[in-house]
Nanobody, 118 residues
């Protein structure tokens, strides 16, 4: 059974930082694109960023560029989301996702709550 487990969320003041982790089990994602999404209350889930299988490239939503960084450690089957200069509008549940063999976001974690206070 494939499982993605996020951790590292919490409450932080505006301007602060958090580092989210996502540990995968049940399947290796070392050759898969991994990504992060988030969902704010009352809003649809939105793309935050994604990283190539080897970590050589990453792309980000405009809202994340310059503040968030995705990295991965394939030996640990883990992907990270470093979030700096956090804003209240970054508040939401953050989800880790992994690409399946069909190229879709097939695997999802349960999410971790991030709350940024003003």
């Amino acid at each position: 059974q494939v499982e993605l487990v996020e951790s590292g969320g919490g409450l932080v003041q505006a301007g602060g930082s958090l580092r989210l982790s996502c540990v995968a089990s049940g399947r290796t994602f070392s050759t898969s694109v991994m990504g992060w999404y988030r969902q704010a209350p009352g809003r649809q889930r939105e793309f935050v960023g994604a990283i190539a299988w080897n970590g050589a490239a990453a792309n980000y939503a405009d809202s994340a560029k310059g503040r968030f960084t995705i990295s991965r450690d394939n030996a640990k089957n883990t992907v990270y989301l470093q979030m700096n200069s956090l804003k209240p509008e970054d508040t939401g549940v953050y989800y880790c996702t992994g690409e399946g063999d069909d190229g879709t976001w097939r695997y999802w974690g349960q999410g971790t709550q991030v709350t940024v206070s003003s």
